[in-house]
């Protein structure tokens, strides 16, 4: 079984930067095609953007373009999501997510790392 684990959230305030990690377990790590996700509170989970195996991405989401970057490290088994000038807005559960490279559902998930930015 995949196992992910996310890291790096936390309080912040507006303006602020991030950087959060996920580092994956349990299948080579080239098999998998990455991503990073958020819920609000009240919100349905959604993809901030995701990453290939080899390093393509896909858009990210529009009220995140210019301020955050994905990028994986293949050596490392991880991915990571840089968080710049951040809004309160931007508030929500971060979770990292993993899917086979022939498959079209992310069927693997951490347990989420709290991101908090105050006005």
């Known amino acids: 079984q995949v196992q992910l684990a996310e890291s790096g959230g936390g309080l912040v305030q507006a303006g602020d930067s991030l950087r959060l990690s996920c580092v994956a377990s349990g299948l080579p790590f080239t098999t998998l095609r990455m991503g990073w996700f958020r819920q609000a509170p009240g919100k349905e989970r959604e993809p901030v953007t995701t990453i290939t195996w080899s390093g393509r991405t896909t858009d990210y989401l529009d009220s995140v373009k210019g301020r955050f970057t994905i990028s994986r490290n293949n050596a490392k088994n991880s991915v990571s999501l840089q968080m710049n000038s951040l809004k309160p807005e931007d508030t929500a559960v971060y979770y990292c997510?993993?899917?086979?490279?022939?498959?079209?559902?992310?069927?693997?998930w951490g347990q989420g790392t709290q991101v908090t930015v105050s006005s």
């Open positions: 997510g993993a899917a086979l490279n022939d498959r079209d559902n992310y069927d693997y």
